[in-house]
């Protein structure tokens, strides 16, 4: 997709932005049948949400999950860092258990989001691993926040790139685990991360990198998503998105402002897209809406580009040889289930995991079935190492 240098609508880009956030917003609203007395009864104030995003953007994700209204931070890190790209952009790194555990899991979040994404999992993970010889935790856990993302360093605009985002996997692979087994958990952007480290660095797989997980991720064609709407207004979104795009890259200030006071609408929209169930905690709902708050909107333009125009689908071919796990919400709006299928049809050995009732934050939506999913699935990986 190729990026505008200029308005669209020349000397009415601001308006023309403002216009186009809104209606492409209002129309996806609308399509998914969402009432206003939801609305109201869900809603987080616009002032709050501002509040809540200026606190995301300047906090760390442990100062993060120290706010969280659900009670999900579970233990503090062991150890944090900052990882150094190649380009100077520093990444926070957050790891909990011992650093010789046998075993390095490594989780990679998704777009507009932050390590935080991994709450759930970060609580209950470790105690899940545990042997039952004392109790010593199978794995060591790492977590970090992608260049933009959380408490992450910015990189120039040129290298929001899915290229870029494995390089910085990489990176983060040689400087806080430069030995021992690996296993990568990627979820939606952070899947296709681990897809592009494949691309890039196909010999890790097989030796350094012994497991894969995908969860509600895609190896392609993310242009042609609907996102669950009527193709009347699937055409009303194509035309309006490129104007928000670019006022969002090139007006951000101006856009951040609309953010706010749009804060209603762009909260039942995410939770709308995020989440299946009908009784989702509204604190889930504010957990979420403070990651993507903390996520500036020029980053969020940045990388639509590289998100919409990704072809990953050869890639895949290095994971045939590391046991594979992918897992998706049977009603992700985002990334529907059939872009599973297509992964799995290129990895026939994988282990496909479907959780009922999820849509596309099923890692938090559904985080018992998540964990538990993952914890079989690392045992199953630790009992062959053995075995071995």
Do not use: C
Not at 150 to 161: H, N, Q
Not at 179 to 189: D, E, N, R, Y
Not at 236 to 248: G, Y
């Amino acid at each position: 997709m190729a990026r505008p240098t200029r308005p669209p609508t020349h000397g009415r880009g601001r308006t023309a932005g403002v216009v186009g956030a809104a209606v492409g917003l209002a129309a996806a609203g609308t399509a998914l049948g969402v009432g206003l007395t939801r609305i109201a009864r869900r809603r987080v104030r616009a002032a709050e949400l501002g509040a809540a995003g200026e606190r995301a953007a300047a906090l760390s994700a442990a100062q993060l999950r120290e706010d969280d209204p659900l009670g999900t931070a579970g233990r503090a890190a062991d150890r944090t860092a900052l990882v150094q790209a190649d380009d100077g952009v520093l990444l926070s790194v957050e790891e909990i258990g011992p650093r010789d555990a046998p075993m390095t899991v490594v989780f990679v979040h998704g777009y507009t989001l932050s390590m935080a994404s991994w709450a759930f999992q970060r609580r209950s993970l470790a105690a899940e691993l545990a042997t039952a010889n004392g109790h010593r935790p199978d794995a060591r856990l790492v977590f970090y926040d992608q260049r933009g993302h959380g408490s992450s360093g910015r990189g120039a605009p040129e290298r929001s790139t899915i290229e870029q985002l494995a390089r910085d996997l990489d990176t983060v692979l040689r400087m806080r685990v430069p030995s021992g087994p690996v296993v990568l958990v990627g979820h939606s952007m952070g899947g296709m991360t681990i897809m592009g480290l494949a691309a890039l660095r196909p010999e890790l797989f097989g030796t350094r990198v012994v497991g894969v997980a995908l969860l509600s991720t895609s190896s392609g064609q993310l242009a042609e998503l609907t996102f669950g709407l009527p193709e009347l207004l699937t055409r009303v979104r194509a035309a309006v998105f490129p104007v928000a795009a670019w006022t969002m890259r090139h007006r951000p200030a101006f856009a951040e402002r609309t953010r706010v006071l749009a804060a209603d609408l762009v909260s039942m929209v995410t939770r709308s897209l995020s989440f299946a169930s009908s009784d989702v905690d509204p604190a889930l709902g504010r957990y979420v809406d403070s990651m993507i708050a903390g996520t500036p909107v020029d980053v969020i333009a940045e990388f639509y580009p590289a998100l919409a125009g990704m072809d990953e689908i050869g890639s895949l071919e290095p994971l045939r040889r590391v046991p594979t796990l992918v897992l998706t919400g049977d009603k992700d709006k985002m990334i529907p289930m059939e872009h599973s299928e297509r992964i799995v049809e290129r990895l026939p050995d994988a282990r496909y995991v479907v959780v009922p009732d999820a849509g596309h934050l099923v890692l938090l939506e559904k985080s018992d079935e998540v964990t538990g999913a993952l914890a079989a699935f690392l045992r199953r990986l630790a009992a062959g190492a053995s075995a071995h």
